[in-house]
């Protein structure tokens, strides 16, 4: 089982760039599905967009999709998310998590690794 670490977080201005980064441990890095989740102050977990083994691609379309980027280097074990055009609803603790499939999932449940989460604080 691989444990998950991010990194990248930290305060921006509203149309600025962050990139978060997420590296893993464990030998069987590539076998996993990365996924990328958020949690604003006082709301719900919401997902933010997926990698599968093979490299498809999901996003949360009505939010980040044609401004974050998730990508993924298996050599590095580690994935990433590049955050442009940040605005205020971007706050949050955004975490990594890992599934043993095959297929970018959206589902919350669906994840059996998670990482301790990195803030983002989007300022006006």
């Known amino acids: 089982q691989v444990q998950l670490v991010e990194s990248g977080g930290g305060l921006v201005q509203a149309g600025g760039s962050l990139r978060l980064s997420c590296a893993a441990s464990?030998?069987?890095?590539?076998?996993?599905?990365l996924g990328w989740f958020r949690q604003a102050p006082r709301k719900g977990r919401e997902f933010v967009a997926a990698?599968?083994?093979?490299?498809?691609?999901?996003y949360n379309g009505d939010s980040v999709k044609g401004r974050f980027t998730i990508s993924r280097d298996n050599a590095k074990s580690t994935v990433f998310l590049q955050m442009n055009s940040l605005n205020l609803e971007d706050t949050g603790v955004y975490y990594c998590?890992?599934?043993?499939?095959?297929?970018?999932?959206?589902?919350?449940?669906?994840?059996?690794?998670w990482g301790q989460g990195t803030q983002v604080t989007v300022s006006s």
């Open positions: 990698v599968s083994t093979g490299g498809s691609i999901l």
């Open positions: 998590a890992a599934d043993l499939g095959g297929r970018a999932s959206s589902r919350e449940a669906d994840y059996d690794v």
């Open positions: 464990g030998r069987t890095f590539s076998n996993y599905v």
